[in-house]
DNA sequence: AAGAAGGTCAACCGCATAATT
DNA sequence: GAATTATGCGGTTGACCTTCT
């Protein structure tokens, strides 16, 4: 991998950026587009590294940013995407309209995260570190912790899927562009017949550690993309009881240790939701299973 | 009023990886 | 296939601001 000079080798100008570089670089880009970042610079008349103009650009001055206080929405939104996604910090900006992945990450550690620590949640694991706790909340909050992992997993099928959808719908089109090493896509004839190209991923991440039931549900395909598209509908109870200071009770929602213990509750059911969610996947998968693919074992 | 301590956030750095040659 | 280039990402830094003593 090569990398290109960046301000310290090149003598480019470092630092915050002032009113009439902003003025530059906004101007070239409704002009022209950033285009090569790497040139803009120069074609800006700009004594900085295009790296530089790109952050500046994406973290400050595209004209869709949205600036200011998160609402409590976005707090939530934000717990529950790091306890899925951990320090990923543009993906769960996807999820943020108009936030930039930067502002997130700082939000996260300035505030967010002591606010998880003060109430004795690890914020890297989103597990109760057992202070200040009752042990029902605690023991809802880790089984609650369990299910997360588990949407993480999702979440990166997800995302993979939405990857390959990405690169087959483009090959579709095309029929030109290479295809990646990473989501390498077949040639048109060789597209799979099945409707839902979430099904390979969805067989590959089903979580090892559930087993299917008795009374699962058969689904179909519709259903099943249906369902999917919802997999990312927050946990609630969990992030909701996390927000705001614990020390100021919030109407409706978390706070209290009263909470706490409702939230452990609700935590349980949703677990036992996800559950039977998942087993109706399983089902699903292994009953759409090509002839030739092995039975998944879990 | 002044210095210390802590908080905030824009910007930088270095690495990973996709794209190109 | 290897080398190089370009871009994106996450961790970290440091200047500035606010609050505390």
Redesign the pocket.
Known sequence: ????P???KTGL?????TREE?QKLLAYIEEHG???????PSNAGLD?????C???W????RPDIK???FTTKEEQTIIQLHAL??????????HLPRR????I???W???LK?RLTKMGIDPVTHKPNGSGLSASAADGQSKCAASLNHMAQWENARLEAESRLVQESNHRRTSV??P???FPSPPPAALPPSPSPYLDVLREWLPSTLHPTENTMPLTVHQAEEEWKCLMKPPGCFAGMLLGDPNEPQSGEGGDESDMAEGGTCVEEEVEENKNYWNRLLNLVNSSSPSNSPPAVF
Do not use: F, Q, V
Request: glycine content about 10%.
């Open positions: 991998m090569g990398r290109y960046c301000a310290e100008k470092k630092g915050p950026w902003d950033h285009g090569s970042w790497r040139a803009l900085r590294c295009g790296k530089s790109r952050l500046r994406t973290n400050y001055l600036r200011g206080k996604l951990g320090n990923r910090w543009s993906a769960i900006a996807t930039t992945d930067n502002e990450k700082n939000y550690n300035t505030h002591k562009s290479p990646s090493a990473a």
